[in-house]
């Protein structure tokens, strides 16, 4: 099948009844049958589970454990630099954001605006800033954690599309990431607000936080949105702040440009914890 047909068919596919039925199943514990699913994913994605705190595949009652696994201590440590990368995937992009315009894939652009579900208060504090989008595929450790050390101050749901979230998607769908459902999560930091978006996905069954647990379902259809000034939490760099089923996308963006690692490019593979960007000298 043609890439292009392939991001066609999806404009086609139910993709919200599918997503809840993936969900449904990857809570089921099923015993041996679920044993032999994990098997044959592990397979097929090349997982290496060398690197999980438990390697033993039998010992996941679902899939969804399976698949949320932690490290073991000492599997990722962390650079010294400003901000650390959040999770395990490959570089999307990553660069200025010209205005409120990030750039998602050639010819293809969208707002700050879109992306943190309309706001365009909380948007323009990012104006001429800096962005990083990661893409985290099927094989990929899915917890996230944070960049540097922050204290939430909002997290908003924003109801949307389910579209897959991989590279031939990001090129062929207008405004993707600002398109699918997504939970957008607003810290203070030392040097000023930032925002970690975790964007939701085709067969993605939820996404959670570490302070709310999961946040979709409920799919109510809506925007939802929670503050914390009365609720203090507070995260260190390095710290799990929560976590996909299934592949998923995270975005960030920063008020200020950011010197980023000259290593990173676009499609060039990130581990959790290597030096990511040091914010520019005064």
Request: glycine fraction near 8%.
């Amino acid at each position: 099948m043609s890439r292009s047909l392939a991001v066609t068919l999806q404009y086609l596919l139910p993709k919200q009844a599918l997503t809840a039925l993936m969900g449904s199943l990857a809570r089921r514990r099923a015993g041996a049958l679920t044993t032999a699913a994990i098997r044959a994913f592990v397979q097929r994605y090349r997982v290496n589970m060398d690197e999980a705190a438990d390697p033993d595949i039998a010992s996941y009652a679902s899939f969804n454990d399976f698949f949320t696994r932690p490290l073991r201590p000492g599997a990722r440590p962390l650079a010294v630099a400003d901000l650390v990368c959040p999770v395990d995937g490959a570089i999307s992009q990553i660069g200025p954001i010209e205005g409120d315009q990030i750039f998602q894939a050639k010819g293809h652009h969208y707002t700050t605006t879109a992306l943190v579900g309309g706001d365009a208060t909380l948007a323009a504090e990012f104006q001429d800033g800096s962005f990083a989008t990661i893409y985290l595929s099927p094989r990929d450790y899915h917890r996230i954690h944070m960049p540097c050390a922050g204290r939430l101050t909002r997290m908003i749901h924003v109801p949307g599309e389910l579209f897959s979230v991989n590279p031939d998607t990001a090129r062929g769908v207008p405004g993707l990431f600002a398109r699918n459902e997504r939970v957008v999560c607003v810290f203070d930091t030392a040097h000023g607000p930032f925002v970690l978006v975790l964007v939701g996905a085709t067969i993605v069954g939820s996404m959670a936080t570490v302070w709310h647990g999961v946040v979709n379902p409920p799919r109510p259809g809506r925007l939802r949105e929670w503050t914390y000034a009365d609720k203090p939490v507070q995260l260190a760099q390095g710290e799990e702040m929560g976590r996909f089923l299934l592949g998923s996308t995270v975005v960030m963006l920063w008020p200020q440009r950011l010197r980023f690692n000259p290593r990173w490019q676009a499609e060039i593979a990130v581990r959790l914890g290597e030096g990511m960007a040091d914010y520019e000298a005064d």
